[in-house]
């Protein structure tokens, strides 16, 4: 059975970073892209970041490229997402997918304030 469990969220300012982790088990994740999501609240999930396998190909929503970066360590069976100058709208619940696998995890707390 696959789990996924997303860290990393926390309280941050406008402008402000955060590096969220995803830790995967049940799975062996260099088999897989990964992705990252979020949910604002009162919205859907939107699509925020996705990876190949092998970490070789990238692919970013609009609105975070230059800003945010997803990588991997398949050694360690771990996804990241690295996202600076964070802005007030995109506070949201993250959560990381296994390509291809259902379920999520219970995801981590982005909050962008002043």
């Known amino acids: 059975q696959v789990q996924l469990v997303e860290s990393g969220g926390a309280w941050v300012q406008p402008g402000g970073s955060l590096r969220l982790s995803c830790a995967a088990s049940?799975?062996?994740?260099?088999?897989?892209?990964m992705n990252w999501y979020r949910r604002p609240p009162g919205q859907g999930r939107e699509f925020v970041a996705a990876?190949?396998?092998?970490?070789?190909?990238?692919v970013y929503a609009d609105s975070v490229k230059g800003r945010f970066t997803i990588s991997r360590d398949n050694d360690n069976n771990t996804l990241q997402l690295e996202m600076n100058n964070l802005e007030p709208e995109e506070a949201a619940v993250y959560y990381c997918?296994?390509?291809?696998?259902?379920?999520w995890g219970q995801g981590t707390q982005g909050t962008v304030t002043e």
């Open positions: 990876i190949t396998s092998a970490g070789s190909d990238t």
């Open positions: 997918t296994v390509g291809g696998l259902g379920g």
């Open positions: 049940g799975v062996t994740l260099s088999l897989y892209a």
